[in-house]
C-alpha cells in the first residue's frame, strides 16, 4: 500500500485547510486510517483517526472541534479539514494505514503503513 498526502500550505491563523490522502490498492476498504502531525524538533503526534466504513471516529483533545476526518472509499481517499487554524498547528502532517476494521489506534506503532507527509504552515 502507498500512501501520497497533500493540501498543505501556509495559512493564516484562524483559516483552513482540507489535507487528502490517497491510497493505491484495492484493499483500502478494510483499513482503519489516521492522521498524525510532527512539529520541528518533536514527536510524531496522532490527530485523528476513522474506521474502515468511515463510522467511527476519534480525535485528540488538542484538535476535537476544529479538524474533522472522513474518508470516501470509492476514491481511496481520507481526508482531515482543519478549521480555525493556530500557530501551534504548525507541523507535518502525515496519514497511515492500519490493517484492521476497528477504529486505529493513537500510537504510531499500531499502523502498517504511512505517508511522505504534507506541511501545514500556520502564520500568526
Known amino acids: 500500500v502507498q500512501l501520497q498526502a497533500s493540501g498543505g500550505g501556509l495559512v493564516q491563523a484562524g483559516g483552513s485547510l482540507r489535507l487528502s490522502c490517497v491510497a493505491s490498492?484495492?484493499?483500502?476498504?478494510?483499513?482503519?486510517m489516521g492522521w498524525f502531525r510532527q512539529a520541528p524538533g518533536k514527536e510524531r503526534d496522532f490527530v485523528a483517526s476513522i474506521n474502515w466504513i468511515g463510522g467511527s471516529t476519534y480525535y485528540a483533545d488538542s484538535v476535537k472541534g476544529r479538524f474533522t476526518i472522513s474518508r470516501d472509499n470509492a476514491k481511496n481517499t481520507v481526508y482531515l479539514q482543519i478549521s480555525s487554524l493556530k500557530p501551534e498547528d504548525t507541523a507535518v502532517y502525515y496519514c497511515?494505514?492500519?490493517?484492521?476494521?476497528?477504529?486505529?489506534?493513537?500510537?504510531?506503532?499500531?499502523?502498517?503503513?504511512w505517508g511522505q507527509g504534507t506541511l501545514v504552515t500556520v502564520s500568526s
Open positions: 497511515a494505514a492500519e490493517i484492521t476494521r476497528l477504529l486505529p489506534g493513537t500510537s504510531p506503532l499500531s499502523y502498517d503503513y
Open positions: 490498492g484495492r484493499a483500502f476498504g478494510s483499513y482503519g
